[in-house]
């Protein structure tokens, strides 16, 4: 069973760059596609960024396009999201979640994944 945990968050003031990390463990990186999702109470979750199975081709929100940075290490077993340029707007629960089904050679933001991570809390305010 793969168990992710998200770490990192936290309040940043606006124009902040923290980075979130999801630890992955009970499976190999590799063989997964990996996501960010954030959820703000009332509203859809909305999928932030994913890099896909292998490693390969990343997708972006456009809300976050060109602002955050998702990337992995593969041995480490580690997932990154950098965050710059923060806005109020980007004050969110964040999520990581994975899924070894998605065979894509694009990574999708508007599907379910099957593993979830018990979510960051980011807070964007001065």
């Known amino acids: 069973q793969l168990q992710l945990v998200e770490s990192g968050g936290g309040s940043v003031q606006p124009g902040g760059s923290p980075r979130l990390t999801c630890a992955v463990s009970?499976?190999?990186?590799?063989?997964?596609?990996i996501a960010w999702f954030r959820q703000v109470p009332g509203k859809e979750r909305e999928g932030v960024s994913c890099v896909s199975t292998g490693g390969g081709a990343t997708n972006y929100a456009d809300s976050v396009k060109d602002r955050f940075t998702i990337s992995r290490d593969s041995a480490k077993n580690m997932v990154y999201l950098q965050m710059n340029s923060l806005k109020p707007e980007d004050t969110a629960v964040y999520y990581c979640?994975?899924?070894?089904?998605?065979?894509?050679?694009?990574?999708?933001?508007?599907?379910?994944?099957?593993?979830w991570g018990q979510g960051a809390q980011v807070t964007v305010s001065s």
């Open positions: 009970g499976g190999a990186l590799h063989y997964y596609a």
């Open positions: 979640a994975a899924d070894g089904g998605m065979l894509y050679r694009l990574c999708p933001l508007d599907q379910e994944y099957a593993y």
